[in-house]
T-cell receptor
Framework: GAVVSQHPSRVICKSGTSVKIECRSL??????MFWYRQFPKQSLMLMAT?????????EQGVEKDKFLINHASLTLSTLTVTSAHPEDSSFYIC???????????????FGDGTRLSIL | QQPVQSPQAVILREGEDAVINCSSS?????VHWYRQKHGEAPVFLMI?????EQKGHDKISASFNEKKQQSSLYLTASQLSYSGTYFC??????????????FGKGTHLIIQP
């Protein structure tokens, strides 16, 4: 149980292209999903918290207009990298926690990640 | 604030033990441990919630000292499959469970035959 599906797994595109990444919880519901970014040989950095039915919460230094997040349902969140540039190339990973979440007693389940390469 | 992990890297022979530490300058409400293999997403190992809590399964266990704001991951009789980068993730805020995790820089573990 507690499977998170992320699609696509790999994207290679030209500079200026917008790229949409989907994150789905397959067998549980999640009012909150999280988007992380990981550069090579570095740690995972939280980019934003996606909230079902309301605006996403972005971490300091993350551009809201650059990384558009939509949490359309209790099982789907999308991240759109708008007008992507080479410096946006990274490994993007989403995670979700099954409901109910009580004081952090549920693990965050990660999707398989999306490797984004902007040429 | 990012938790501090130590050591940065460990090289072991199969069957040896390892300890990975995670400490924070801020109060911790929970500590999450993950292992990540190259090119893959992190895989959940365990969560520790209470001060003094210890957990374990198979030959991997962990402890959490809430007062010292520290957690340690213990790998005993290591196997080749244990190789990877280990991350501790701490929960921010009031521990309500709706926060993202702040991860340490990771500990690279290499197990040699």
């Amino acid at each position: 149980g507690a499977v998170v599906s992320q699609h696509p797994s790999r994207v290679i595109c030209k500079s200026g292209t917008s790229v949409k990444i989907e994150c789905r919880s397959l067998d549980f519901q999640a009012t909150t999903m999280f988007w992380y970014r990981q550069f090579p040989k570095q740690s995972l950095m939280l980019m934003a918290t996606s909230n079902e039915g309301s605006k996403a919460t972005y971490e300091q230094g993350v551009e809201k207009d650059k990384f558009l997040i939509n949490h359309a349902s209790l099982t789907l969140s999308t991240l759109t990298v708008t007008s992507a540039h080479p410096e946006d190339s990274s490994f993007y990973i989403c995670s979700a926690r099954p409901l109910p979440v009580l004081r952090g007693n549920q693990p965050q389940h990660f999707g398989d990640g999306t490797r984004l390469s902007i040429l | 604030q990012q938790p501090v992990q130590s050591p940065q890297a460990v090289i072991l022979r199969e069957g040896e033990d390892a300890v990975i530490n995670c400490s924070s300058s801020k109060a911790l409400y929970s500590v999450h441990w993950y292992r990540q293999k190259h090119g893959e997403a992190p895989v959940f190992l365990m969560i520790l919630l209470k001060g003094g809590e210890q957990k374990g399964h198979d030959k991997i266990s962990a402890s959490f000292n809430e007062k010292k704001q520290q957690s340690s991951l213990y790998l005993t009789a290591s196997q080749l499959s244990y190789s990877g980068t280990y991350f501790c993730g701490t929960e921010r805020g009031s521990g309500g469970g709706a926060d993202g995790l702040t991860f340490g820089k990771g500990t690279h573990l290499i197990i040699q035959p």
